[in-house]
């Protein structure tokens, strides 16, 4: 395994600038997950540490060498594309090996490779179909077999799971986070669905317009977003945002809301972000609200609420059911609110 160090990154393309100055250090052994919106330059920065897309700026190391104008056969980095990409009329055992044998590695030594990226993979009794008799879930285990059969020091997955349906991607997830638990090796994987960053990623490096908003894991990175763009973007359903102010008493208040702080913040506007599964529904909270949506969700339920003209979801478990134009009374958990600055979005 070897760590990335991207040192002050620039790619243009077409003459406009995509990714500025970028600083990024992935740890050998680490699976760093890049999160963000569709044309946010996640891709294009992946593959530039791939050797496909050049560098206007800065460098790319891997492994401690300076990579930045270097061949992708030099690089040491498997890679799985999106599409699956495999021979049609090659067996699947052929497609894996088809890198190995172009580049001349013995008989023995293919054989080998093939062998353990098959029984990792599940695809012993696989290895003598062809691609059109494979599901979609099987191509893409072989497209990250003839990756993992180069034996690299990073390995890096651009949206490997995003044509499989729901059943198909929750399946892979899984057996990609065993993967990397049996292999130990450093995985850069590029997506844009939230649920699989989470479940995957040691780390996870959130993007918006070429630029890094946040690096933390999972957990500090949902607990503690850094800036209203990052706590939006996780979630589902997203966090709530309601505009208002904190007082001298150190309570924010928007309309018939008031609530306490349970740390000191400055007095002035402010945005309150809290996320559904804090909002907590309770025949003795505080505030009056009117169910204008439900969502069941098998175990749970999702509320859409109207408390005092502000529009709130939260997260209910348990046996009770709601309808449309109940009243209820909610609660906000002021210990887990984040509180953001309405101009830069900067947590506050």
């Given at each position: ?93 052929d497609n894996m090996s088809f890198g190995l044998r172009m580049a001349g590695t013995p008989k023995a ?82 997506t844009h669905d939230q649920v699989e960053a989470m479940t995957l990623a040691s780390r996870i490096v ?143």
């Open positions: 395994m070897s760590n990335v160090h991207l040192r002050k990154l620039s790619i243009t393309l077409g003459g406009k600038a995509i990714i500025r100055e970028l600083d990024l250090q992935v740890e050998p052994g680490e699976f760093l997950v890049l999160l963000g919106p569709s044309g946010c330059g996640k891709s294009t920065l992946l593959h530039s540490i791939a050797g496909l897309v050049d560098a206007s700026g800065g460098s790319i190391e891997i492994g401690g060498r300076d990579m930045t104008l270097c061949d992708p056969s030099e690089r040491g980095i498997g890679m799985v594309f999106q599409s699956y990409a495999l021979y049609p009329t090659m067996t699947v055992k030594e293919i054989a080998r490779r093939v062998g353990r990226a098959a029984e990792m993979l599940q695809l012993d009794a696989l290895l003598s179909r062809k691609p059109a008799q494979l599901s979609g879930g099987q191509r893409q285990r072989v497209a990250i077999g003839r990756a993992l059969v180069r034996e690299a020091g990073v390995f890096l997955f651009d949206e490997p799971l995003s044509n499989l349906d729901a059943k198909l991607r929750a399946e892979l997830r899984r057996e990609l986070k065993l993967l990397h638990a049996r292999l130990g090796s450093t995985m850069i994987y590029v959130v993007m918006q317009a070429g630029q890094v908003q946040q690096v933390g894991t999972p957990l500090e990175i949902y607990e503690r977003p850094a800036n209203r763009f990052v706590a939006g973007f996780l979630g589902a359903p997203a966090m709530n945002f309601i505009e208002g102010e904190i007082d001298l008493h150190n309570r924010f208040a928007s309309r018939g809301l008031a609530l306490a702080l349970p740390q000191p913040k400055p007095a002035g506007t402010a945005v309150l972000g809290v996320r559904p599964e804090h909002v907590a529904i309770d025949a003795d909270a505080p505030l009056h609200a009117t169910v204008t949506l439900v969502e069941p969700m098998g175990n749970h339920q999702v509320l859409w609420l109207d408390c005092a003209g502000i529009a709130l979801s939260a997260l209910v478990h348990g046996p009770e059911r709601f309808a449309v134009g109940q009243q209820v009374r909610c609660a906000i958990d002021a210990a887990r609110v984040s509180l953001f600055d309405p101009a830069s979005g900067a947590r506050l």
